[in-house]
Nanobody
Framework: QVQLVESGGGLVQAGGSLNLSCATS????????MGWYRQAPGKQRELVAV???????NYADSVKGRFTISRHNAKNTVHLQMNSLKPEDTAVYYC?????????????WGQGTHVTVSS
């Protein structure tokens, strides 16, 4: 069982920045992929950014050039640096970890952290 704890959310004005953190209870080296998702009121949860154990990253088109996902291996954390925030970035942001095992994948989610961007 992997526990994930997000932090760093809050209220920020449009154009501002926030840095979200996701701390894992497992060694980050045992996790195949970690990502950030978000869910705005009345909308489906969507992928924001993901990073794999191989070092590759992928971003939603809506955040490319503004958000950066990074791993801090020594602290077993993943960060999401969010710059040039827009009101449409307002959502609950969730951290997700994926661990591969023979024949199946395990997914773990954090409890979420609220991000509100005012115009």
């Amino acid at each position: 069982q992997v526990q994930l704890v997000e932090s760093g959310g809050g209220l920020v004005q449009a154009g501002g920045s926030l840095n979200l953190s996701c701390a894992t209870s497992a060694s980050i080296f045992s996790i195949n992929a970690m990502g950030w998702y978000r869910q705005a009121p009345g909308k489906q949860r969507e992928l924001v950014a993901v990073t794999t154990s191989g070092g590759s990253t992928n971003y939603a088109d809506s955040v490319k050039g503004r958000f950066t996902i990074s791993r801090h291996n020594a602290k077993n954390t993943v960060h999401l640096q969010m710059n040039s925030l827009k009101p449409e970035d307002t959502a609950v942001y969730y951290c997700k970890a994926v661990i591969a095992a023979p024949g199946q994948w395990y997914e773990y989610w954090g409890q979420g952290t609220h991000v509100t961007v005012s115009s």
